[in-house]
């Protein structure tokens, strides 16, 4: 292969990192101005830079040691960085030390969790399928779900208007936002450097009676968020996060289960 084409395939994935990256420093500007909303859309764009680069990369054949370093740095100011000083700028910083507390140990959870699955990766070559402990553009996710229907329910009456929401979730979102967002951040953090395994989409291969149904999925989720975006982010944020604690809860009630038969037997 020509050596220009090889370095234009190993640049395209990383102009997507570029933009993850950007998008978060771009929140965090936004989250420093007050402008909340702004900073959670940039988080969910990073999101959608990140779920790209390393597809790309993949299927071009251009991963690479350095692209796996910058992605990693990129993961920890969007999904780590990001949405920790967007939850300080907003209600944390209302708890005193306790707040600034609770937004160093997700960021630092976001960088054990990062590291631990760059170890993973380097020492055998390959993404791991399942994740090992609930990777951070999904903690991230749900912190920025709340923000956007939270902003909702504070604009205006005739903003509101204008977007179409789940009426029981916008009735709850300031109690949720403001008495347990603390408690969820502490639980996100604990959840990302856990052993809970999380699926994991990067190695996605379908088989041919597949694909139909799983391209049916996407054009449900999607018209849902058109229909209803902040809400249905929210709540496909917290199916993920909730399916990998009870799917883990399950097995593991499941050996207890059989331990006891042994020992009966």
């Not at 350095?66 to 990693?72: E, P, R, W, Y």
């Not at 993973?120 to 991230?140: D, E, I, Q, R």
């Not at 229907?149 to 179409?164: G, M, Q």
Request: hydrophobic fraction near 50%; aromatic fraction near 12%.
């Amino acid at each position: 292969m020509d050596n220009k084409l090889k370095k234009g395939i190993y640049i395209i994935p990383t102009l997507f990192t570029c933009g993850n990256m950007t998008c978060g420093y771009l929140s965090v500007i936004s989250s420093i101005n007050g402008n909340f909303t702004k900073a959670a859309w940039l988080i969910m764009l990073a999101i959608s830079f990140d779920m790209m680069d390393g597809r790309i990369a993949r299927l071009t054949k251009s991963t690479s040691e350095f692209g796996i370093q910058v992605d990693s740095l990129s993961d920890l100011l969007s999904f780590g960085v990001a949405p920790s000083v967007m939850m300080y700028q907003l209600i944390l910083h209302t708890m005193g030390k306790i707040g600034l507390a609770i937004g160093v140990l997700f960021v630092l959870c976001s960088a054990f969790r990062l590291a631990k699955f760059n170890i993973k990766v380097n020492s055998n070559n390959m993404y791991y399928n399942p994740f090992m402990g609930l990777p951070t553009p999904a903690s991230a996710g749900l912190l920025i779900s709340f923000i956007l229907s939270y902003e909702l329910f504070v604009s205006d009456s005739s903003r509101y208007l204008t977007y179409k929401t789940i009426p029981i979730f916008m009735k709850n979102m300031p109690i949720f936002l403001k008495k347990i967002m603390p408690i969820v951040m502490i639980i996100l953090s604990f959840l990302m450097v856990s052993n809970i395994p999380y699926t994991s989409f990067k190695n996605l291969k379908l088989s041919k009676p597949k694909v139909l149904k799983f391209l049916v999925l996407i054009i449900l989720i999607l018209s849902l968020i058109i229909v209803f975006p902040q809400n249905v982010i929210f709540v496909l944020f917290s199916m993920y996060i909730l399916l990998g604690i009870f799917s883990y809860l399950a097995k593991f009630w499941k050996i207890l289960v059989r331990k006891r038969l042994r020992h009966e037997d």
